[in-house]
C-alpha cells in the first residue's frame, strides 16, 4: 500500500504563484513515477504534470512554461511549482504515484491523494 497526501493549495490572485505538496509514506520503494492531475467543478480530471525517477518530465500544453514539477527520488515527494496563475488554473489538484508492477504485484498500479484546493481570483 502506498499513503499519498497533497499540501499547498489556497487562494491567490491571477499572476501569483503557489507551490503544491505531494508526500507519500508505505511502499515507496515501488514508486516509478509521479504525476499531478486537476479536476475543476463540473469538468474531467486532466493531467498537469508528470516526471520519473529520471527526472524526465511532461506537461500538459495548458501549464508548459508555468508549472514546474520536481521529484525527490529518495523520500518519494513530489512538487509542483504554479508560477503566473490564471482563473481557469482553479481546481481540485491530485497527486498520483505509478507502481512498478514487476517489481511490486501486490500493489495497484497507482495511488491517489484526496486533493488540495486551488483558486484564483480574477
Known amino acids: 500500500q502506498v499513503q499519498v497526501v497533497e499540501s499547498g493549495g489556497g487562494f491567490v490572485q491571477a499572476g501569483g504563484s503557489l507551490r503544491l505538496s505531494c508526500a507519500t509514506s508505505?511502499?515507496?520503494?515501488?514508486?516509478?513515477?509521479m504525476a499531478w492531475h486537476r479536476q475543476a467543478p463540473g469538468q474531467e480530471r486532466v493531467f498537469v504534470a508528470g516526471?520519473?525517477?529520471?527526472?524526465?518530465?511532461r506537461y500538459s500544453n495548458s501549464v508548459k512554461g508555468r508549472f514546474t514539477i520536481s521529484m525527490d527520488n529518495a523520500k518519494k515527494t513530489a512538487d509542483l511549482q504554479m508560477n503566473n496563475l490564471k482563473p481557469e488554473d482553479t481546481a481540485d489538484y491530485y497527486c498520483?504515484?505509478?507502481?512498478?508492477?514487476?517489481?511490486?504485484?501486490?500493489?495497484?498500479?497507482?495511488?491517489w491523494g484526496r486533493g488540495t484546493q486551488v483558486t484564483v481570483s480574477s
Open positions: 508505505g511502499d515507496t520503494g515501488c514508486i516509478t513515477d
Open positions: 516526471i520519473n525517477t529520471r527526472q524526465d518530465t
Open positions: 498520483t504515484t505509478i507502481i512498478d508492477y514487476f517489481r511490486c504485484p501486490a500493489l495497484l498500479r497507482d495511488y
